[in-house]
Nanobody
Framework: VQLQASGGGLVQAGGTQRLSCAAS????????VAWFRQAPGKEREFVAA????????LYTNSVKGRFTISRDNAKNTVNLQMNSLKPEDTAVYFC??????????????????WGQGTQVTVSS
């Protein structure tokens, strides 16, 4: 399976951006799917994921109420709608697929399949 992340770019603070992650060679069904991000000089950070049966989601506190993860099964994509963007959201955003153990969803070590990343830059 390959994951392809897209949709990054330069946006002003307060703006919106929509990222998309497409899977080829396989599907997202029966897997958990997540978005992580990594800013220069920092560790990869969990952002959001589908982690619960029935489509339940998990968000890191800093993006709650601003970001929304969604999935389009017909297109085999998982999206990240980012609103009210802040300069501190600047990072390379990665999508990931896996079956991390319960409670370890935010640890990148438990996500074996990654997309190549897409840069999001938020200017102040």
């Amino acid at each position: 399976v390959q994951l392809q992340a897209s949709g990054g770019g330069l946006v002003q603070a307060g703006g919106t951006q929509r990222l998309s992650c497409a899977a080829s060679g396989s599907t997202f069904s029966s897997y958990k799917v997540a978005w992580f991000r990594q800013a220069p000089g920092k560790e990869r950070e969990f952002v959001a994921a589908f982690v619960y049966n029935g489509g339940g989601t998990l968000y890191t506190n800093s993006v709650k109420g601003r970001f929304t993860i969604s999935r389009d099964n017909a297109k085999n994509t998982v999206n990240l709608q980012m609103n009210s963007l802040k300069p501190e959201d600047t990072a390379v955003y990665f999508c990931a697929r896996g079956r991390p153990p319960s409670g370890l969803w935010t640890d990148p070590e438990y996500w074996p399949v990654w997309g190549q990343g897409t840069q999001v830059t938020v200017s102040s």
